[in-house]
């Protein structure tokens, strides 16, 4: 068998593959990381830091009363419902420590997405912000769950401030709708109570469950990626290799904008940074660009993590020019596609580059990266990770040449064991042991990926394939536009037309002068035939368009017209 192509990219910092067994469980690799660092900060929020002792500490007492206070057992599930908060990293490793399963919700779902995904999970027990109690009392019926905490923001900021916090969040702002939960319990008590209970250490088998982590249901239903220690373990193994070019031990500090219950956060903020003693500064509201920029202010950052649209929007704030990027070693975009025009912008501004890499939520996540070691190939999500194998393959599975577009195949010990209680749809996403991403993508002679777009938001233009990333990168370049998104639309003569929704930056914008600019740059049949100006798009929790909400406004319009 040939070498792999990018293999020959690999410094010789970066070994060929990982150890997927290195620790037995993820409880290992967080005991041995805050008796190393004990004395460090491990994480930072509204001004208030816990040390890798305190975060030791203080999920042991959580671990130790679900243990001894509750009927939660070993293997039962568990949901985390908040935003990024001191409490997340205390509560996930405290359930980590009791060999329950992780169950990351988002805090914005709706009480019958709630209900939907605590009813699948089996969940047993929830930890949910007392700004989103409300919702869960209206489906608190319909769920498995037995024991509900609840928490406040300012639980663990100290007595003082946290009870300033607190009055502010819930009576100044009235940030907490009344609710009525009979028989929750209050965090803060759990943890005064578990700091006096015994604590049991659990063995774990790598191939325990360690997360469910619920795809965003954008396709479809919503389903739980079963995320073992050894998947989890592997993805980490193999982000700190890749870490190791730049990052060091005990020295770097990393802004968190992204929700920890995200994968791509998860893995790459909380895990991969606590392998190296890192610092991570949790933005609990990302969208408040303001805040956000003078928390940046305040820290001599190292490392940056974040979405296109989240760097794309502080790009575009005055403010953030005068922030100071001296110490910034390593910034880097997942979770979507980075945008050619904002990668080049915030090099220009920041002096470092905006490193690309791929992965999906059933691959822990993180398939590919660019190096950053100054080869990255922008326009590409760089070379697959230690361990990991990928190949490109027609409708048919058959494998695709070098250079030829395809769905893109991978297999590694990062990849999920399979959708909780899901057997069909477990068998649909593995093709002979490969997991099939869904996404169409281009491997170069040299190895590096390049993604084309997601497989089902291709547009058919009179049999030709038109890549909807293609056009919005376009769109994108233009100086007028903020952001835009291209789909689909129903068109009798070519079976689909491209459309685009636009946020202008310049009123002055028209649709004649958007296609005229788009004319001189695609091939005919992709030009967009229609052209939508919005205020804003919808989007995701972590900023991503959502494609279907636009596609399902269209079908709405098209049945009103035809009827």
């Known amino acids: 068998m040939k070498p792999h192509p990018w293999l020959k990219h690999y410094p010789k910092d970066i070994p060929h593959t990982v150890d997927p067994e290195r620790y037995a469980s993820l409880i290992g690799l967080m005991e041995e990381c805050c008796e190393k660092y004990s004395a460090l900060p491990a994480y930072e929020n509204m001004g208030v830091v816990l040390t890798y002792r305190e975060v030791d500490e203080l999920s042991k007492a959580f671990a130790a009363y679900l243990q001894n206070h509750t009927n939660l057992k070993q293997g039962d599930s568990v949901a985390i419902q908040l935003p990024n908060l001191l409490q997340y990293p205390v509560l996930m490793f405290g359930i980590l420590r009791a060999g329950m399963i992780v169950v990351n919700t988002n805090p914005l779902y709706t009480p019958r997405e709630m209900q939907y995904q605590f009813a699948d999970a089996g969940v047993k027990a929830v930890v949910i912000l007392a700004n989103f109690a409300h919702n869960l009392a209206v489906v608190l019926h319909?769920?498995?769950?037995?024991?509900?905490?609840?928490?406040?923001?300012?639980?663990?900021?100290?007595?003082?401030?946290?009870?300033?916090?607190?009055?502010?969040?819930?009576?100044?702002?009235?940030?907490?709708?009344?609710?009525?939960?009979?028989?929750?319990?209050?965090?803060?008590?759990?943890?005064?109570?578990?700091?006096?209970?015994?604590?049991?250490?659990?063995?774990?088998?790598?191939?325990?469950?360690?997360?469910?982590?619920?795809?965003?249901?954008?396709?479809?239903?919503?389903?739980?990626?079963?995320?073992?220690?050894?998947?989890?373990?592997?993805?980490?193994?193999?982000?700190?290799?890749?870490?190791?070019?730049?990052?060091?031990?005990?020295?770097?500090?990393?802004?968190?904008?992204?929700?920890?219950?995200?994968?791509?956060?998860?893995?790459?903020?909380?895990?991969?940074?606590?392998?190296?003693?890192?610092?991570?500064?949790?933005?609990?509201?990302?969208?408040?660009?303001?805040?956000?920029?003078?928390?940046?202010?305040?820290?001599?950052?190292?490392?940056?993590?974040?979405?296109?649209?989240?760097?794309?929007?502080?790009?575009?704030?005055?403010?953030?020019?005068?922030?100071?990027?001296?110490?910034?070693?390593?910034?880097?975009?997942?979770?979507?596609?980075?945008q050619a025009a904002v990668a080049e912008k915030w090099e220009a501004l920041t002096g470092v580059p905006l490193v690309e890499g791929y992965g999906l939520t059933e691959a822990s996540p993180v398939v590919s990266a660019n190096l950053i070691n100054g080869t990255e190939r922008i326009g590409t999500v760089g070379i697959p990770f230690p361990s990991t194998e990928v190949k490109v393959v027609d409708d048919a599975g058959k494998?695709?040449?070098?250079?030829?577009?395809?769905?893109?195949?991978?297999?590694?010990?990062?990849?999920?064991?399979?959708?909780w209680k899901n057997l069909e749809e477990t068998e649909n996403v593995f093709l002979e042991g490969w997991l099939k991403t869904g996404d169409i993508a281009v491997i170069d002679q040299e190895g590096f990926i390049k993604i084309v777009d997601r497989k089902k938001d291709m547009i058919n233009v009179s049999g030709f394939n038109v890549y909807p990333s293609e056009i919005e990168n376009v769109v994108a370049s233009h100086l007028k536009v903020i952001e835009v998104s291209a789909i689909g639309v129903p068109n009798s003569n070519s079976e689909e037309a491209v459309k685009i929704f636009v946020v202008r930056k310049d009123i002055s914008l028209t649709e004649e002068e958007l296609i005229a600019y788009c004319r001189e740059r695609l091939t005919p049949y992709k030009v967009p035939k229609y052209v939508e100006f919005r205020n804003a798009l919808p989007k995701s929790p972590i900023g991503k368009t959502l494609k279907i909400r636009l596609k399902k406004e269209e079908r709405q319009q098209e049945s009103l017209r035809e009827a």
Do not use: C
């Open 142 to 338: 319909e769920t498995p769950i037995e024991t509900v905490i609840i928490t406040e923001v300012g639980d663990l900021l100290g007595e003082v401030k946290g009870w300033l916090v607190n009055v502010a969040v819930k009576y100044l702002k009235g940030k907490v709708p009344r609710y009525r939960l009979p028989g929750a319990l209050m965090l803060k008590s759990i943890l005064k109570k578990g700091r006096n209970a015994h604590f049991t250490r659990i063995e774990l088998e790598g191939e325990a469950a360690a997360f469910l982590q619920y795809t965003g249901g954008t396709t479809g239903i919503s389903k739980g990626a079963v995320l073992t220690h050894r998947n989890m373990i592997a993805n980490v193994e193999q982000v700190a290799a890749w870490m190791r070019l730049k990052l060091k031990e005990k020295e770097e500090v990393v802004i968190t904008p992204s929700p920890l219950y995200h994968i791509f956060s998860l893995t790459i903020n909380v895990l991969a940074m606590l392998k190296i003693g890192a610092k991570n500064i949790l933005i609990t509201n990302p969208r408040d660009l303001k805040a956000l920029i003078k928390e940046l202010k305040r820290h001599h950052f190292t490392a940056m993590t974040g979405v296109n649209t989240l760097f794309k929007s502080l790009l575009s704030q005055k403010e953030f020019a005068t922030v100071d990027f001296s110490n910034l070693k390593v910034t880097v975009g997942g979770g979507m596609a980075i």
């Open 399 to 419: 494998a695709i040449a070098y250079g030829q577009p395809g769905e893109l195949l991978v297999k590694g010990p990062q990849v999920m064991k399979g959708y």
